[in-house]
């Protein structure tokens, strides 16, 4: 039996407006299993990760990152330190049936891709700015791992009708159990704003991509 809720993944709604997303409300088997993950979520082990305005090519943004999966391997220094959960969904996010439940869902061919996993923190001031994701990103699935988030902390996923943060079409929560699936185009715009200063809480998610070689 997986951690993910691969059927709630395969009869999730793709929306189309304004790109091809889903918002998969419970992605985990159930709420003991999303509790567990949540408790052991790494605390340590990040990398502060910049790129701001006039200081190179790309998006800019400012997080923390503890890479787990690059070009499909697993970082074992990385993985082997978490918790037995963890472990465990790290290896059913590079499993054929999750990617089969991902190609039902989206459509996307993913046959030759590779697996980029990461856990992430946004601490208050971190951000990222509206972004289509490189062109090589086939599908990207975010899990959320927030007990509570108030809108005004902001941190929220903003999907986008193009590169403006204030044109939004939906602002989905890092609720706890939430993940967000994106079908990567030249229309997939997306964002993060600015945790706000009187967050209390790190905003904490685990991001997959599938990127084609």
């Known amino acids: 039996m997986t951690l993910i809720d691969l059927q709630a993944l395969r009869d999730a709604r793709l929306e189309k407006d304004p790109y091809h997303y889903a918002v998969v409300p419970s992605s985990f088997r159930d709420d003991d299993t999303a509790r567990t993950l949540n408790d052991g979520f790494a605390a340590d082990g990040f990398v502060r990760s910049e790129r701001r305005p006039g200081s190179g090519r790309g998006k800019h943004y400012l997080m923390h990152n503890r890479t787990l999966v690059s070009e499909g391997r697993q970082h074992r220094e990385a993985v082997d330190t978490l918790p037995e959960a963890w472990r465990l969904l790290v290896d059913e996010v590079t499993s054929d049936d999750y990617r089969d439940a991902l190609v039902e869902l989206t459509g996307a061919d993913l046959d030759g891709c590779t697996v980029e996993a ?28 927030n007990d509570t988030w108030r809108s005004e902390w902001q941190g929220d996923l903003h999907v986008l009708r193009g590169p403006d943060m204030k044109d939004v079409a939906r602002r989905v929560l890092p609720l706890l159990g939430t993940s967000v699936v994106l079908v990567r185009s030249d229309d997939s715009w997306h964002g ?16 997959v991509h599938f990127a084609r070689t």
């Open 118 to 145: 990461r856990m992430t923190r946004y601490s208050s001031g971190c951000w990222i700015q509206p972004h289509t994701d490189r062109p090589d990103k086939a599908v990207t699935h975010l899990f959320y791992f």
């Open 192 to 207: 993060v704003p600015p945790v706000s200063e009187g967050c209390p809480d790190d905003r904490r998610a685990l991001l």
